[in-house]
């Protein structure tokens, strides 16, 4: 084993799965890792790739050793992230993942001076939505460097994988977020809507907690930051009326049994979806006098989208393209990033 060999932990995953598998196609034979013996030993038999089975509860420096990087595909990273960082720094580790969640970006993003003494590369967020996302919100801030404002939107079809929708179990108890003033500020569950004018028409979106609060203040310094989703008019109203049941999900009891639903009805999209879906980004910033840029991006799947970043993310890290201490999509690649990726449009900017 050399100092380039890698692994996935969470390859059983939807998303590590096809991470794998993207991976094969691009020569690589990364180690496949997990918890779950069963379902990592019958991915690796599948795939004909090696694999291993531990847990992040327990000591797994070990695991590392003579590692290149990890992709860490497991969530929720609430939960799964830090302790593999905390490896990562002890072991001379490179580390990427797909995480959405802001409070893992911010825990992240602290660890900055910590990463650079380690000499490790600590890449966060190079899945979807942040990759696109995040190369828009860097395209916009270099076309108006003294934007003050940035409101980012994702839309197109979109379907949920069983970890996405565990981990949105987990996120949405905390109510919605904004960046207000530089500082996160929490803000009710579908606080704002508007209607945006994707590339391929206008549709209703409304405001979410995701993680751009987060990754595009760190890679733009832009202190006033919303970002949305596309809904329909009916589901913005259906959430609006029943925000005061989601108080319950903050009890233990009833995020399990919502994440044993999930397990039994949530597959992710089929593989026709993954061929043939797009999604769509829009962007835009403001400054003080009013001048205003937008950019619109279209995209494959958002789960193939994060298998081509993912990917295209390790072989930058592998490739010692990117310095050590903590990033950003765009902050480790550049904003064009994203328009390197298969299927993935040229950043228009307005």
Same mark, same amino acid.
């Given at each position: 084993?050399?100092?380039?060999?890698?692994?996935?932990?969470?390859?059983?995953?939807?998303?590590?799965?096809?991470?794998?598998?993207?991976?094969?196609?691009?020569?690589?034979?990364?180690?496949?890792?997990?918890?779950?013996?069963?379902?990592?030993?019958?991915?690796?038999?599948?795939?004909?790739?090696?694999?291993?089975?531990?847990?992040?509860?327990?000591?797994f420096d070990h695991e590392l050793a003579g590692l290149a990087a990890i992709v860490l595909?497991?969530?929720?990273?609430?939960?799964?992230?830090?302790?593999?960082?905390?490896?990562?720094?002890?072991?001379?580790?490179?580390?990427?993942?797909?995480?959405? /969640?802001?409070?893992?970006?911010?825990? *992240?993003? =602290? $660890?900055?001076? @910590? !990463?650079?003494?380690? +000499?490790?590369?600590?890449?966060?967020?190079?899945?979807? /939505?942040?990759?696109?996302?995040?190369? *828009?919100? =860097? $395209?916009?801030? @270099? !076309?108006?460097?003294? +934007?003050?404002?940035?409101?980012?939107?994702?839309?197109?079809?979109?379907?949920?994988?069983?970890?996405?929708?565990?981990?949105?179990? @987990?996120?949405?108890?905390?109510?919605?977020?904004?960046?207000?003033?530089?500082?996160?500020?929490?803000?009710?569950n579908g606080w704002r809507s508007q209607l945006v004018p994707f590339a391929g028409g206008?549709?209703?979106?409304?405001?979410?907690?995701?993680?751009?609060?987060?990754?595009?203040?760190?890679?733009?310094?832009?202190?006033?930051?919303?970002?949305?989703?596309?809904?329909?008019?009916?589901?913005?109203?259906?959430?609006?009326?029943?925000?005061?049941?989601?108080?319950?999900?903050?009890?233990?009891?009833?995020?399990?049994?919502?994440?044993?639903?999930?397990?039994?009805?949530?597959?992710?999209?089929?593989?026709?979806?993954?061929?043939?879906?797009?999604?769509?980004?829009?962007?835009?910033?403001?400054?003080?006098?009013?001048?205003?840029?937008?950019?619109?991006?279209?995209?494959?799947?958002?789960?193939?989208?994060?298998?081509?970043?993912?990917?295209?993310?390790?072989?930058?890290?592998?490739?010692?393209?990117?310095?050590?201490?903590?990033?950003?999509?765009?902050?480790?690649?550049?904003?064009?990033?994203?328009?390197?990726?298969?299927?993935?449009?040229?950043?228009?900017?307005?």
């Amino acid at each position: 084993m050399t100092r380039t060999s890698w692994m996935i932990y969470g390859a059983n995953g939807y998303t590590g799965r096809l991470i794998a598998e993207h991976a094969m196609r691009r020569g690589h034979a990364p180690i496949l890792a997990g918890r779950n013996s069963r379902a990592i030993g019958a991915l690796a038999t599948e795939l004909g790739l090696p694999y291993r089975v531990f847990s992040l509860d327990d000591d797994f420096d070990h695991e590392l050793a003579g590692l290149a990087a990890i992709v860490l595909a497991a969530g929720p990273f609430s939960a799964t992230s830090a302790c593999v960082v905390d490896a990562c720094l002890r072991t001379g580790t490179h580390y990427l993942d797909i995480n959405g /969640d802001i409070s893992v970006f911010e825990a *992240i993003f =602290a $660890r900055d001076a @910590e !990463a650079q003494r380690a +000499a490790c590369a600590v890449v966060t967020g190079v899945g979807f /939505d942040v990759v696109p996302t995040d190369c *828009i919100a =860097a $395209r916009l801030h @270099e !076309a108006l460097p003294d +934007a003050d404002h940035l409101e980012l939107a994702f839309g197109g079809q979109m379907s949920a994988s069983q970890g996405t929708s565990k981990a949105t179990i @987990e996120i949405i108890p905390r109510g919605g977020a904004i960046r207000d003033r530089g500082e996160i500020r929490i803000v009710p569950n579908g606080w704002r809507s508007q209607l945006v004018p994707f590339a391929g028409g206008a549709r209703h979106t409304v405001s979410v907690p995701w993680g751009d609060i987060s990754t595009a203040y760190r890679s733009t310094g832009i202190p006033n930051i919303a970002v949305y989703m596309q809904m329909s008019r009916l589901a913005i109203g259906a959430m609006r009326l029943f925000r005061p049941l989601i108080g319950l999900l903050k009890l233990r009891a009833v995020r399990h049994a919502m994440r044993k639903l999930i397990e039994w009805t949530v597959r992710g999209p089929n593989a026709h979806a993954l061929a043939t879906a797009r999604t769509e980004i829009w962007g835009r910033v403001t400054n003080a006098r009013g001048d205003m840029r937008t950019a619109t991006l279209r995209c494959p799947d958002g789960y193939q989208l994060s298998a081509y970043a993912g990917v295209a993310a390790l072989e930058r890290v592998l490739a010692g393209a990117v310095a050590a201490g903590t990033h950003t999509p765009s902050t480790a690649f550049g904003a064009s990033f994203v328009e390197m990726l298969p299927g993935c449009e040229p950043i228009a900017i307005r």
